[in-house]
């Protein structure tokens, strides 16, 4: 609230002038295509995207704004002070009006240019920007000392957002280090300690659908369809023998654990839920169904989640272009087998580990997606000055 204060308080009776965009500054395109980029060039290469290349020949010196001229239209924005080449088809914009703060058009365009353009390309076959779309953009001038302080305002906020984010990301990456590490630890056990089977002699056979034999809507679950962070099915489609994908063969039964065996899916996996009993997997994944006289269904879930069972799949892996492990490798890796009894109680254990990780994993992007939103607000309050009619 004080925040919003000082800001209304700032913009009390500011009076604005409204210019174009070509009215207060120079729009043009570079010249320079990706055959131009060199990782060992000292000045930035701005194309259309949100990366940063190299160049070892600089186009313009000067302050600008960059945004592309097609894809990620009105989502990419560099502010850029100094030397850089540009690609063709991503457009620079130099003030050039002494009326004009370059940082406060950036914060500006920011946060009103996506709207603006993309009602400009409503109906276009291809969504790209023309120069002129870009010299028509409205833009609010109040003075300079408001336009300063408004960056002054937005520099801290994104500095601030910036660093909670490192924060949030950091404190994410420890906790998921602190998890793997007792994971693996709960999981270790010496040869003879305990007795050691390969997967393929402690799990079931499964079986494949006959499509021609059945006419039911199935669930299918591709190899996009697990989540790599959470581990869980994060989405799937209604599949019948009409368009049931060829590589829609395996089904599935409650407790199943799934493990994507080929990239770029690789190593995606989850343990199947009633909800998803009696569906179809794809032939990307390997099934691996417990037989209970000597193991858990989740006691194989954690040991194909152990950074062991990850090192085994790397040095086992074949193909370069595309990667994967036959189902007969992943078989053939073996675990340790305690009793049941003991089996349950370090499952207990991991369950409550995988349940706070997995809220952290959830509850920190989301703070992080809060502190966006937040920062956004309180940009678009500073910029939205009405506009006088004439």
Sequence with gaps: MIMRNNITELLKGVEVEWKTLGEVAEVGTGNANRQDEDEHGQYPFYVR???????????????????????????????????????????R????????????????MCDKFKQYILTKCVGATSISIRKPMLEQFQIPIPTLHVQTAIVCILDTFTALTAELTAELTAELTTRKKQYNYYRDKLLSFKEDEVEWKALENITLPTSNIKWKETDRAYKYIDLTSVSRETKSIIGTTEITAINAPSRAQKIVEE???????????LQRFTLIEKEFSENIAS????VLRANR??????????????????????????????????????????????????????????????ALTNSITEGLPREIELRQKQYEYYRNLLLDFPKVQE
């Design 293 to 354: 006289n000597y193991i858990l269904p989740k006691w194989i879930y954690y040991n194909i989640s152990s950074t062991r069972f990850n090192n085994y799949v790397n040095e086992n892996q074949s193909g370069t272009a595309y990667p994967s492990i036959s189902d007969v490798k992943v078989k053939q890796f073996k675990i340790p087998i305690p009793p049941l009894k003991e089996q349950a109680r370090i499952v207990e254990i991991l369950d409550k580990f995988d």
């Design 255 to 265: 407790n199943d654990v799934i493990f994507a065996t080929t990239r770029p899916t």
């Design 93 to 108: 914009i130099h003030v050039f009006s002494n009326k004009l703060n370059t940082k406060y058009l950036y914060y500006l």
């Design 283 to 286: 032939t990307g994944y390997c």
């Design 49 to 91: 995207s949100k990366n940063i290349l190299k160049s070892k020949k600089f186009q313009f010196d000067e302050t600008a704004i960059v945004i592309p001229g097609e894809g990620g239209i009105g989502d990419i924005f560099h502010y850029i002070e100094g030397k850089y080449a540009l690609h063709q088809r991503a457009y």
